[in-house]
């Protein structure tokens, strides 16, 4: 009698594993009457395989979503560019009944679309020097900018000091960190619209 290879001893474990698991989390186990170890052994390769299809096809799908995402980044930020020129904190004032604490980021945009802009939406994403993300947030600005023209907004962001990201976010300077503006949306006075429904 033909032993196992290691393979196949290896497929044998994983396939009782998974009996073993099925019985656990009170699922029926997979019947195990009247087959040999070899179509035991098969019966897991072939799940197996059929496993890292599936999985091939998430990574496939999930590398077309994000090249896709990408190249509409790209072309909106033809449009419209933007970037973080000043990052401050913005601590609590009690004696003006003010008991929330802020991040506040200005930004320095400008229309290069040619077309005059109604609004526009996106993510703004904060890494170290070295594209480890610090925070990202969301961002829309709904103040109307005629083609060419460039403007500044001011925003917010809650400080929650036992939320690391932010923490991070509060007391990295801006010289230590790379802003990439990440836009999915926007919105022409003439009712055209350019990105994600």
Same mark, same amino acid.
């Given at each position: 009698?033909?032993?196992?290879?290691?393979?196949?001893?290896?497929?044998?474990?994983?396939?009782?594993?998974? &009996?073993?698991? !099925?019985?656990?989390?009170?699922?029926?186990?997979?019947?195990?009457?009247?087959?040999?170890?070899?179509?035991?052994?098969?019966?897991?390769?072939?799940?197996?395989?059929?496993?890292?299809?599936?999985?091939?096809?998430?990574?496939?799908?999930?590398?077309?979503?994000?090249?896709?995402?990408?190249?509409?980044?790209?072309?909106?930020?033809?449009?419209?560019?933007?970037?973080?020129?000043?990052?401050?904190?913005?601590? !609590?004032? @009690?004696?003006?009944?003010?008991?929330? /604490?802020? #991040?506040? $980021?200005?930004?320095?945009?400008?229309?290069?679309?040619?077309? /005059? $802009?109604?609004?526009? &939406?996106?993510? #703004?994403?904060? %890494? /170290?020097?070295?594209?480890?993300? #610090? @925070?990202?947030?969301?961002?829309?600005? !709904?103040?109307? $900018?005629?083609?060419?023209?460039?403007? %500044?907004?001011?925003? &917010?962001?809650? @400080?929650?000091?036992?939320?690391?990201?932010?923490?991070?976010?509060?007391?990295?300077?801006? %010289? /230590?960190?790379? #802003?990439?503006?990440?836009?999915? !949306?926007?919105?022409?006075?003439?009712?055209?619209?350019?990105?994600?429904?």
């Amino acid at each position: 009698m033909k032993g196992l290879t290691v393979e196949e001893a290896g497929l044998l474990y994983r396939y009782v594993l998974r &009996t073993q698991m !099925s019985e656990a989390f009170g699922e029926v186990p997979p019947s195990v009457v009247g087959k040999t170890i070899g179509q035991l052994v098969q019966e897991q390769r072939h799940l197996e395989a059929k496993a890292e299809e599936q999985e091939a096809e998430q990574k496939r799908l999930a590398a077309e979503a994000r090249a896709k995402e990408e190249a509409l980044a790209v072309e909106l930020r033809k449009a419209i560019s933007l970037t973080v020129f000043k990052k401050s904190f913005l601590g !609590s004032d @009690y004696e003006q009944d003010r008991y929330r /604490d802020y #991040i506040v $980021i200005k930004c320095a945009y400008e229309n290069t679309s040619g077309k /005059d $802009i109604r609004a526009f &939406t996106g993510r #703004i994403r904060f %890494t /170290d020097l070295f594209d480890k993300l #610090i @925070y990202e947030s969301g961002l829309t600005i !709904s103040d109307p $900018i005629r083609a060419g023209q460039k403007a %500044t907004w001011t925003g &917010t962001i809650e @400080y929650n000091q036992f939320e690391d990201s932010q923490r991070s976010l509060r007391n990295a300077e801006l %010289t /230590d960190m790379k #802003i990439v503006w990440l836009p999915s !949306s926007i919105l022409f006075a003439d009712g055209t619209k350019l990105g994600e429904e």
